[in-house]
């Protein structure tokens, strides 16, 4: 079975903090996504990437940023959190087809006060 | 552009009926198409997909999903819902010559089924 992992399912940050979300999976996946969801708007994408040190802006890429410096690792960064990035932020991966499911990570949700 | 719209933000049946979960898609060439659910705090589960070939898909825990291209629909039924089946629900599509990119999601819809 396809694993991806989230480094945390619960965190709380204060305001202007630099906060990390790291994801792993474990299916040599070429693909890794980030996206944020929040009621009534579905998931945003915020980043994704297509291979080690490659990276693409989604749909909502201000106040965060993304490294990926390892084919199995996606880590997604908030520079200086502020309260209106608390959400719930899930990763995900997929292999480089078309046809090819994203798997999900259990999420994290994020607290920022 | 990609869209993907559910029209109903919440569906309530009762235990032992039919379900279906209403989903419409824009993309400008051939679609892939996907239902996802969610459970209360956890992530995304696969449930089904449309690729190719037969339109009606038949996914885990008896769900399946029939692919319409006249209408550009990829509605979600179950012939009997039961009430573990209560949970959110995500119709996500992908353009065919869009390999290597995320799966573009509708907002969802909560599906609550009674006793």
């Known amino acids: 079975d396809v694993k991806v992992t989230q480094s945390s399912r619960y965190l709380v940050k204060r305001t202007g903090e630099k906060v990390f979300l790291e994801c792993v999976q474990d299916?040599?996946?070429?693909?890794m996504f980030w996206y944020r969801q929040d009621p009534g708007l579905g998931l945003r994408l915020i980043y994704f990437?297509?291979?080690?040190?490659?990276?693409e802006k989604g749909d909502i890429p201000e106040g965060y940023s993304v490294s990926r410096e390892k084919k199995e690792r996606f880590s997604l960064i908030l520079e200086s959190a502020s309260t209106n990035q608390t959400s719930m932020y899930l990763c995900?991966?997929?292999?480089?087809?078309?046809?090819?499911?994203?798997?999900f990570g259990p999420g994290t949700r994020l607290t920022v006060l | 552009a990609q869209s993907v719209a559910q029209p109903e933000d919440q569906v309530n049946v009762a235990e032992g009926n039919p379900l279906t979960v209403k989903c419409t898609y824009s993309?400008?060439?051939?679609?892939?198409l996907f239902w996802y659910v969610q459970y209360p705090n956890r992530g995304l589960q696969f449930l089904l997909k449309?690729?190719?070939?037969?339109?009606l898909v038949k996914g885990s825990y008896g769900f399946e999903a029939e692919f319409n291209k006249s209408q550009t629909s990829f509605h979600l039924k179950k012939p009997s819902a039961l009430v573990s089946d209560s949970a959110l629900y995500f119709c996500?599509?992908?353009?065919?010559?869009?390999?290597?990119?995320?799966?573009?999601f509708g907002k969802g819809t909560t599906l609550s089924v009674s006793s």
């Open positions: 995900a991966s997929n292999r480089w087809g078309a046809t090819d499911t994203q798997y």
């Open positions: 299916m040599d996946h070429e693909n």
């Open positions: 990437s297509y291979d080690v040190k490659m990276k």
């Open positions: 993309v400008s060439g051939n679609p892939y």
């Open positions: 449309y690729i190719t070939g037969d339109n």
């Open positions: 996500a599509v992908r353009d065919r010559g869009q390999a290597g990119t995320a799966l573009i």
